[in-house]
């Protein structure tokens, strides 16, 4: 889709009564006018060349070169050569100027050649989200006025291998759309099913200022996703949910929807209390976030109406913007992590060496008291790789303990007793933090 201002890219699948949307991309200031602006320059510049005077300072001048460049691109579509003729268009102290210029087919393909190239990169990153290749798209339904310059269609044909499908209006496919969508919301049209797609990821921040995302992007709606988090302190009474949407690792450089809390969680050790947080969208676009306290049935839910109410510009700057910082977000995202498994170790280590210190030698507990003592130094830099070295270092200290654990709980077992896998649902290694 080329329009005016911006170029969209959708990929479908077309079923006899269903169509799903399976990836969607673009560029938000790509169109037609940047056509028209590459125009205008080359007419000035070539009239300023013979007359000596810059028309795109003269307000009047400039509009009649842009419709001038308008009128040049349609003509261009279908000749090969298009005559500008504008009488009067200046003057100086000699008297009045006018200009008279061609622009040739293949000029203005040079001219437009580096935007018509920036089609590229959206086109193949909705071909990676879909998880397609050229080929294996059957048709190519240009949409928009600018997709009628042979260029664009000659590009087409290059990037997929087959000339665009022709049998719709390119100024009318859209409008004919609207209408098929609006029967389809008032009940008037039962015969298509169109599924859309979530243009943005969306989750909640848990422990470490990480983005945990549920729904991911270019999900099929409507949708419904669960997952199961914990607490991340000792008899934490309440979680918070902060509901967010984008494309970074960490929770706060993306937009924040909303956020509520679920109260009254029974006491109990980090890690037990099991918080079911579910995302709904439904075919409107509407967010429904809820998170329910397993052991109780407590639950709190809200409602979030704009969470897809922004528009095609900020949805591609939130897009740009994860891939532009995907590197350093990813090393953000590992430190925070090595310090969520820090925190849990420690906390798991010191609590059973209270519990089993009767049963250990001196040099044990020494050596475990102070593996634990330099993870915790090491959590409190920056440095991800440091962190998991001293983890190691304390899972070797910690043998011992461990290996006391294991024989206790051998002879504690009885003897007809049977390994049960057991029901219970995964638990999401990321826990709430605490709220105050």
């Keep these: 889709d080329l329009g005016g201002g911006t170029f969209d890219v959708s990929i479908l699948e077309v079923g006899d009564e269903l169509v799903e949307v399976l990836s969607t991309n673009g560029d938000t200031h790509l169109g037609g006018d940047d056509f028209d602006e590459v125009l ?31 009128k040049t691109k349609k003509e261009l579509s279908t000749a090969q050569t298009s005559d500008i003729n504008l009488p009067f268009i200046t003057a100086d102290a000699s008297g009045a100027k006018h200009l008279q210029l061609s622009v040739t087919r293949a000029d203005f393909e040079k001219l437009i050649d580096p935007l018509v190239e920036r089609c590229r990169g959206p086109v193949q990153n909705a071909l990676k989200d879909a998880k397609l290749s050229p080929g294996e798209i059957s048709e190519v339904v240009l949409v928009g006025g600018s997709t009628r310059v042979p260029k664009v269609q000659a590009f087409v044909k290059e990037m997929f291998g087959k000339d665009p499908h022709q049998g719709v209006n390119p100024d009318e496919v859209v409008s004919l759309g609207a209408a098929i969508q609006g029967g389809i919301i008032a009940g008037d049209v039962t015969d298509v099913v169109l599924l ?3 243009p943005l990821s969306l989750g909640i921040e848990t422990e470490g200022g990480i983005m945990t995302t549920l729904v991911e992007r270019n999900s099929r709606i409507p949708t419904t996703q669960s997952q199961i988090f914990s607490t991340a302190v000792d008899n934490q009474p309440a979680v918070t949910v902060q509901v967010y949407q984008g494309e970074r690792r960490m929770a706060s450089d993306n937009r924040l929807l909303d956020q509520f809390d679920l109260k009254d969680i029974p006491p109990a050790p980090r890690g037990v209390p099991q918080v079911e947080v579910t995302f709904n969208i439904d075919v409107n676009g509407i967010l429904s976030v809820s998170a329910k306290d397993k052991a109780t049935g407590k639950e709190h839910s809200i409602q979030i109406q704009d969470s897809s109410g922004l528009s095609e510009d900020e949805i591609e700057k939130m897009r740009r913007d994860g891939e532009a910082h995907a590197e350093e977000d990813k090393k953000r995202e590992e430190l925070a992590k090595a310090k969520n498994e820090a925190s ?35 959590a409190e830099g920056e440095d991800a790789a440091a962190i998991q070295t001293a983890l190691q270092e304390l899972g070797q200290a910690s043998q011992a303990l461990y290996e006391h654990m294991a024989a206790a709980a051998e002879s504690d077992a009885p003897a ?18 605490k709220k105050e």
Excluded: N, W, Y
């Excluded at 003269?58 to 460049?69: F, K, S, T, V, Y």
């Excluded at 060496?353 to 040099?363: M, N």
């Design 40 to 70: 205008i320059d080359h007419i000035a510049s070539e009239f300023e060349k013979t007359d000596g005077i810059d028309l795109r300072k003269d307000p009047m001048a400039l509009q009649r070169l842009r419709e001038a460049a308008e």
């Design 196 to 198: 859309d797609v979530t």
């Design 344 to 378: 849990m170790l420690i906390h798991q280590t010191e609590k059973t060496l209270k519990e089993h210190e009767d049963k250990l030698d001196e040099a044990s507990k020494e050596a475990i008291s102070a593996s634990c003592e330099k993870v915790k130094q090491a």
């Design 416 to 433: 007809d007793a049977e390994t049960s896998g057991g029901d219970d649902e995964e638990i999401i290694d990321a826990d709430f933090e």
